[in-house]
């Protein structure tokens, strides 16, 4: 039993340190020189990663209790996802880098095709993080934007992977809606449609904003930074709710609220507006040139 312990210890060490040569490769000099044949074959080697440490972590976990169980499991998948979606976003861009160039230049001379290659080679942008997700009705829309644009709506990312990375998006509450979903291509409509109907709620949505714009805090210091951080939130749900299709046009009433929670010396510097200072843009321009 030890011994067969030692072994898949063994080859579950060979598996991970795979990833790690995988992640060497994408951060090396080489990834520009190889070609898309290449980095596809690499890629289908890492794609067999996945039920190969799978199969060797749950051998380990019938023989042994060993604590870091959940972790290893946690680990490797991050680890995984990563790779494999950075190899997808390399192999996309080279494809179509490489069904655009011209038909005269496939009869180049070999030269020629080299600095094609070179030209084409995989630019290396900035990762774009995905934004996280709590509970808060208020950020359910952008995060649902941003989530269905980065991920849902991109066909060549499988839906195991979608999972995932919905998984490491959420956070809190929201974490606990698809808790009890194993990670899996079959359940990931499920996770997103339960999340959907959990906080796609427009009119509860627009309620928070409402309820979160006259519980802004009351400005008690006399100077302009306390005031600019009123009408930062102010204008913050001004546009959350004009974006839920409820007019932000007359504010007027809204507004008188807005000023009958300054002190003093923020009413006296506003005074000499006039009938102006019922509109947010004439607060926000007098508050930028002080």
């Given at each position: 039993m030890e011994e067969e312990l030692k072994r898949a210890k063994i080859r579950r060490g060979a598996i991970k340190r795979s990833l790690t040569r995988a992640a060497a490769f994408i951060e090396?000099?080489?990834?520009?020189?190889?070609?898309?044949?290449?980095?596809?074959?690499?890629?289908?080697?890492?794609?067999?990663?996945?039920?190969?440490?799978?199969?060797?972590?749950?051998?380990?976990?019938?023989?042994?209790?060993?604590?870091?169980?959940?972790?290893?499991?946690?680990?490797?998948?991050?680890?995984?996802?990563?790779?494999?979606s950075r190899f997808e976003e390399i192999i996309t861009t080279r494809a179509f880098g490489e069904n655009n160039i011209p038909r005269d230049r496939e009869r180049a001379d070999n030269n020629q095709l080299r600095e094609v290659s070179n030209t084409n080679s995989y630019l290396r942008l900035p990762k774009i993080e995905l934004p996280t997700f709590s509970g808060g009705y208020e950020e359910w829309y952008p995060f649902y934007d941003t989530f269905?644009?980065?991920?849902?709506?991109?066909?060549?990312?499988?839906?195991?992977?979608?999972?995932?990375?919905?998984?490491?998006?959420?956070?809190?509450?929201a974490?606990?809606?698809t808790q009890s979903l194993e990670i899996s291509s079959d359940n990931y409509e499920e996770a997103w449609q339960l999340l959907r109907q959990r906080y796609d709620n427009k009119r509860l949505i627009?309620?928070?904003?409402?309820?979160?714009?006259?519980e802004l805090p009351v400005?008690?210091?006399?100077?302009?930074?306390?005031?600019?951080?009123l009408l930062d939130g102010v204008s913050k749900h001004k546009r959350a709710l004009k974006a839920l299709g409820r007019s932000t046009d007359e504010w007027d009433d809204l507004l008188m609220h807005l000023i009958t929670r300054l002190n003093g010396?923020?009413?006296?510097?506003m005074s000499h507006l006039g009938d102006h200072s019922k509109k947010i843009s004439t607060i926000n321009n007098c508050i930028q040139h002080e």
């Open positions: 090396s000099d080489d990834i520009n020189t190889a070609n898309l044949t290449q980095i596809r074959q690499r890629k289908e080697k890492i794609d067999a990663t996945w039920k190969e440490f799978d199969d060797v972590q749950t051998t380990i976990d019938l023989i042994s209790e060993e604590d870091e169980a959940d972790n290893e499991r946690r680990t490797f998948e991050n680890k995984y996802f990563d790779i494999i269905v644009s980065l991920i849902h709506n991109q066909a060549y990312i499988p839906n195991i992977q979608k999972f995932h990375y919905l998984r490491s998006a959420l956070r809190g509450e974490a606990e809606v627009i309620q928070k904003h409402i309820k979160a714009f006259f400005v008690i210091k006399e100077n302009y930074i306390s005031l600019r951080s010396f923020h009413r006296a510097q």
